[in-house]
């Protein structure tokens, strides 16, 4: 059974930075494509960053220059590095196994949703 456990989150001003990370139980990120979603007050839940098994990274245009995924294979997890933050920001961020069936159809969460991490921007 995979289980995702995301931290790090936190409240800071804008312009500030936080660290997140996903751990993984029950597979390995270096197999998977990884995906950060978050879900802000208002809004669904949408995709930010997205890393593939052979470590090609995707954005979505407001993040990009801003935010880093990446992958810790010794911890089975896989960050998001968030700077520059704004209120914009604000939301509930998940981690989790991403896949689609071709290059052209959008990524879906594999698995169940962990609980998330509230990352709150202050303006």
């Known amino acids: 059974q995979v289980q995702l456990v995301e931290s790090g989150g936190g409240s800071v001003q804008a312009g500030g930075s936080l660290s997140l990370s996903c751990e993984v139980s029950g597979t390995y990120v270096t197999v998977n494509h990884m995906g950060w979603y978050r879900h802000a007050p208002g809004k669904t839940r949408e995709m930010v960053a997205v890393i593939t098994s052979n470590n090609i990274k995707n954005y979505i245009d407001v993040v990009k220059g801003r935010f880093t995924i990446s992958r810790d294979d010794d911890k089975n997890a896989v960050l998001l590095e968030m700077n520059d933050l704004t209120s914009e920001d604000t939301g509930v961020y998940y981690c989790?196994?991403?896949?689609?069936?071709?290059?052209?159809?959008?990524?879906?969460?594999?698995?169940?949703w962990g609980q998330g991490t509230q990352v709150t921007v202050s303006s």
């Open positions: 989790n196994v991403v896949r689609r069936t071709s290059p052209s159809d959008r990524w879906r969460a594999a698995y169940d």
